[in-house]
Nanobody, 119 residues
């Protein structure tokens, strides 16, 4: 199973930027064969999708982050990234990366990294 470790979270002021990274290990093939993405969960709320990038290179963003966030992946480094610009207080949440193996449906999740947007 794929092991995922997120990094890059922290405290940022409204309007600021952060880049999250997710390091993957244990992949049996290159990262482009996986569906990958980011979810987030704010206190007292359900986990919600932020962005996904399919094995077919289709990108999907939550309406609330379109135009502000960008998802990408790097096969050489086996990393998944989420660049976040113009952050808002409502973006405050724990952010989780995930991978899905389309050939058997197995999902893997990271442990999460906290993003806090506050002045």
């Amino acid at each position: 199973q794929v092991h995922l470790v997120e990094s890059g979270g922290g405290l940022v002021q409204p309007g600021g930027s952060l880049s999250l990274s997710c390091a993957a290990s244990g992949m049996t093939t290159n990262i482009y064969d996986y569906n990958v993405g980011w979810y987030r969960q704010a206190p007292g709320k359900q986990r919600e999708l932020v962005a996904t990038l399919s094995s077919g290179n289709r990108v999907n963003y939550a309406d609330s982050v379109k135009g502000r966030f960008a998802i990408d992946r790097d096969n050489a480094e086996k990393t998944l990234s989420l660049k976040m610009n113009n952050l808002r207080p409502e973006d405050t949440a724990a952010y989780y990366c995930f991978t899905n193996q389309p050939w058997d449906g197995v999902d893997s999740w990271g442990q999460g990294t906290q993003v806090t947007v506050s002045s």
